[in-house]
């Protein structure tokens, strides 16, 4: 077991999107899973058909992790004021 890495800085390379589903005809948001796979490749599932989809469950560690660290770096700003 080991911390994610650089967690923020990969975070922040992924964009958040919504978008219209015409196979359900459902309006979601979502991220890219193309973009996902760059940065955490194992939250990234593809199905039988070749279409990829994020494993929200796995995108729960990189974004705690990413809030963690961003809490870190907001009590070093405070302590310096």
């Known amino acids: 077991i080991k911390p994610i890495e650089s967690a923020l800085d990969k975070l922040r390379t992924l964009t958040g999107y919504t978008f ?19 940065v955490l490749p194992t939250a990234v599932i593809e199905d039988d058909e070749g279409y990829k989809n994020v494993s ?26």
């Open 20 to 38: 219209h589903r015409i196979d359900t005809d459902e309006d979601m948001a979502g991220v890219v899973a193309q973009e996902v796979e760059k």
């Open 56 to 81: 929200t469950s796995q995108m729960q560690g990189l974004i705690v992790q990413a809030i963690n660290e961003l809490a870190a770096e907001v009590a070093a700003i405070k302590e310096k004021l």
